[in-house]
């Protein structure tokens, strides 16, 4: 023992014996590093150098004093290339130590147990720490400086915890942790600025491609030192300790950050693309975090400053950019050009969860509005089919992919010194961190109807000037760069898709939104499409003033009046009616309440009306509207032909039943048709459906119940029919539509959902309005419903040749998730994913596997 106090005496007397340690043994892998130690005698490591000289080194004293050492080189020299390869190759040894610490009794007792070694450590990180953020010379050290602070920073898990939770109360508890995340933030913004110089200087492919393997390294090592700082900010207490830092928040450290990274470009390297989407990610990951701090608002602190807000708009500006391209399918046309794909973070989630915060708040809401809801408008004028297989279904599989990047210091600090050569470092890898497809794209959906929510919602109090700016914002946007042919095409695509996402977004009440998020998006729609359709009848009147007819002939053939938005939507297909679609383009059919519709009323505010899916044709004439709009330039004319009904579709209010809610009430009522009258049944049923629903009280269900059989007896009184059977009444559309009358609360209204005994069943030429019983083709039953249509064409398909009918399903054996016999684009995969896309159950089905079922009299 007294030997090795000797030894340590003397060679803590000589220095030089450190350097000789540092420079012969950080070169040793960890195993050949294990054996020395292993075969110390007396704890003194023996080793012969590249000169073959004998060294030596007592265990103890390389582990005590090394950290000092590094301290001191920091101090002593100045910054070169010759520094940095010194203190890398320094840390790089450190590491292996502190990786060996756990089976080695020596090791563990100074390196894990003695505080002292510990306090070292820190003062040695935080110095190193302070100066890379200072550095300031050339990008050719980029590679040495971006390895040496992520090799820094990840030695903290090595000798404190890997786990965040762990370390963040340590970290909080030292007394110089403000100057240690200044530094960190400072000295990662480093990095990205020296990646941005690279980029710039190496814009031919020649050049790019002889330096594109020291390129992605740098990127990696910048990634793991951003993905440490990340980690940190998702801890709660160190968040709200971030914001009070004043020189990241206040002066704008971060978000100069957040800023740079913001600017990288997208490239068709499929490496760099995936680690630039991930970095972005990443940054707006930890803006995102420090939103979340409720103590101080990071959004007040850093708008409280010129600078600070001037750098918030101009990162915003570039998150909206970044939407643009993500929604213009930019991206994945970069990634197609590669064969091998890499995660690439969840970029467009948090950037629209960004958008998501700040147009919730009072510093950035106008900003958001003026410059977002050009994206919004691009959204929404998506081709429907487009829209829906977006945002309004689950099925979709989502285009990103989290990931945590699996960061080895000892083995990236040895590929940079040239200890290791390319061929012996592994390709990065990633802990992938999956989002369920369905929860990704319920995120999604949710996110963009709360922004929508969040730039409709107006407090006086708060943004006197804001009001109406939304809607505004959305129509200048609306009108931009349309031609005046395009109008009125693009507002039934904006309406139609609205309505789509209103009724999808029901389904996602409570787990994604709330009620308020619902309502103020259904406001928007109150608020917008009595505008855009007064716009879209604008521009159908400039249409016929312009084929050169003189107002005399226009007058004879076109009708244009002062109808309500209702009958306008009607004219314009805006309802989504099917039999004037086109079969490439299937569109949206609600349900009568979900889908609404908005009718003006003689005070300025509109309310919500549910428009019903085709109005009956009436004995005094049928409402035919027939457009053709051929280009100008070959002069055709524009015709339009159109004979208006005399009677106007009444108005009504919004249902209180959803149509879950109406299906199982329906079902109820053919078991016991005079519920209204049992006030027990009222009362259990009520609660049974606001489990479902909107709460209903017994009264509501009451008068729903009594308003039915009145409509019921109407409706057979107009068709000269009795009431037969009690409630047990079909009833067929004349011009071969749905069977829906207007006045009816549902298209389910009259459909028994369970089998009826002794009713016979018999094969017979299909019609529309046909109640039916769907079989497979073992003839089981799995379901019920009516034909919706059985002749022409229907979403590509001709059902004459294919021997198909359209039929909507009322009641469902299976599961909804089940896959379809003949899917198409309309229906989607299964019976949920048509509902999900048309509102109702709506699907293809061999007309030989369906079987009338005829009512008991």
């Known amino acids: 023992m007294r030997a090795g106090k000797e030894e340590m005496s003397s060679t803590t007397l000589q220095p030089i014996d450190l350097v000789s340690a540092v420079k012969d043994l950080h070169i040793l892998s960890t195993l050949e590093l294990s054996k020395l130690i292993r075969d110390a005698d007396n704890d003194i490591i023996q080793w012969t150098d590249s000169n073959e000289s004998s060294k030596q080194i007592n265990l103890e004293t390389l582990v005590r004093y090394l950290p000092w050492h590094l301290i001191a080189k920091l101090l002593e020299s100045k910054q070169d ?3 940095l390869r010194y203190l890398l190759g320094g840390i790089r040894l450190l590491h292996a130590l502190y990786d060996l610490a756990t089976r080695n009794t020596k090791l563990e007792q100074v390196l894990l147990e003695d505080m002292k070694i510990s306090e070292q450590m820190f003062d040695l990180i935080f110095f190193m720490i302070l100066v890379l953020s200072g550095f300031r010379q050339e990008s050719q050290l980029a590679a040495l400086h971006s390895a040496l602070l992520a090799c820094s920073l990840n030695l903290i898990t090595a000798f404190v915890s890997s786990q965040w939770n762990e370390l963040e109360p340590v970290l909080l508890a030292h007394p110089k942790v403000d100057t240690f995340v200044f530094g960190s933030f400072a000295a990662v913004h480093r990095d990205i600025q020296f990646i941005l110089v690279r980029l710039s200087v190496q814009n031919d492919k020649t050049s790019m491609q002889s330096n594109l393997a020291e390129v992605n390294r740098i990127c990696q090592h910048t990634e793991a030192s951003l993905q440490f700082l990340q980690s940190l900010c998702q ?10 830092n004043k020189d990241l928040c206040e002066e704008g450290g971060i978000l100069l950050l957040a800023n740079d990274i913001m600017k990288l470009p997208f490239c068709e390297d499929s490496y760099l693309m995936a680690v630039f989407s991930r970095l972005k990610s990443k940054v707006l990951s930890i803006l995102l975090n420090l939103c979340e701090v409720e103590s101080v608002s990071f959004l007040d602190v850093a708008a409280s400053t010129t600078k600070g807000l001037n750098l918030a708009k101009s990162t915003i500006s570039k998150v909206i950019e970044l939407l643009k391209v993500i929604f213009r399918g930019d991206l994945n046309t970069l990634a197609s050009f590669s ?23 009072s510093n950035f809401r106008s900003y958001i509005t003026l410059n977002f809801t050009e994206v919004l408008t691009t959204i929404f004028l998506q081709p429907h089919v487009d829209f829906l297989s977006s945002w309004c279904s689950s099925g979709s599989r989502p285009a990103e992919e989290d990931a945590t990047l699996d960061y080895d210091s000892f083995t990236a600090s040895g590929w940079v010194l040239g200890v290791l050569t390319s061929s012996d470092v592994p390709e990065s890898t990633f802990n992938p961190s999956r989002v369920p497809r369905t929860s990704y794209a319920f995120q999604k959906t949710s996110l963009l109807v709360k922004v929508v929510a969040n730039l409709t919602c107006f407090i006086p109090d708060i943004c006197r000037e804001e009001k109406d700016l939304f809607l505004n914002t959305f129509m200048q946007c609306f009108q931009k760069d349309l031609s005046s042919n395009s109008r009125t095409e693009k507002a039934a695509i904006v309406i139609q898709n609205l309505r789509s996402l209103s009724m999808y977004a029901e389904s996602l009440i409570p787990g994604f939104l709330n009620n308020d998020d619902v309502e103020l998006f259904r406001s928007f729609i109150e608020q917008l499409e009595p505008i855009i359709m007064q716009e879209s009848d604008n521009n159908r009147v400039t249409e016929v003033h312009s084929t050169g007819q003189n107002s005399s002939n226009a007058g004879r053939n076109t009708v244009i009046s002062d109808n309500s938005p ?6 314009l297909n805006l309802t989504g009616n099917e039999d004037q679609r086109t079969d490439l383009a299937p569109t949206f059919t609600p349900v009568p309440n979900p889908a609404p519709t908005l009718t003006p009323v003689p005070n300025p505010a509109p309310t919500l009306t549910p428009v019903p899916r085709a109005v009956k044709a009436t004995e005094e004439g049928a409402q035919n509207v027939e457009t053709t709009i051929s280009d100008a330039n070959t002069a055709h004319q524009i015709f339009v032909n159109v004979q208006s009904e005399e009677k106007q579709v009444k108005k009504r209010k919004r249902n209180i039943l959803n149509h879950m809610q109406i299906t199982m009430i329906e079902q109820a009522l053919q078991i016991e048709p005079e519920m209204q009258r049992n006030a027990a049944s009222i009362q259990l049923w009520s609660e049974k459906l606001s489990l479902h629903g909107s709460e209903i009280t017994p009264s509501q269900l ?6 039915r059989k009145a409509k019921l007896a109407r409706v057979a009184a107009k068709d000269n029919q009795g009431p037969s059977g009690g409630d047990n009444i079909t009833f067929t559309d004349k011009q071969g539509g749905s069977g829906t009358d207007p006045d009816l609360e549902s298209a389910d209204e009259f459909f028994d959902p369970t089998p009826s005994t002794g009713q016979p069943t018999q094969l017979v030429k299909h019609e529309p309005g046909q109640f039916v019983v769907l079989t497979d083709g073992k003839g089981d039953e799995i379901g019920k419903g009516f034909v919706h249509q059985a002749s022409g064409s229907w979403s590509g398909a001709n059902l004459d040749e294919s021997g198909l009918c359209v039929v909507d399903i009322t009641y469902l054996k299976v599961d909804k998730w ?12 299964s019976y949920g994913h048509s509902e999900q896309i048309i509102g109702v159950k709506r699907v293809l089905w061999d007309s030989s596997k369906l079987v009338v079922q005829q009512r008991a009299g």
Do not use: I
């Not at 801890?235 to 009070?244: D, G, I, N, S």
């Not at 995660?343 to 960004?354: S, T």
């Open 566 to 571: 209702v009958e306008e939507a009607n004219q």
């Open 235 to 244: 801890q709660k207490l160190f968040r709200e300790r971030l914001v009070t």
């Open 702 to 707: 009451k008068n729903w119940v009594n308003n």
């Open 339 to 361: 064969d091998k794909t890499y995660p690439r973070g969840l970029l467009q989630l948090n950037a629209m969860r960004l958008t998501d915060v700040l147009s919730d708040d």
């Open 81 to 83: 290339e010759e520094l």
């Open 818 to 829: 089940t896959s379809l016999p003949h899917p198409c684009h309309a229906t989607g995969t």
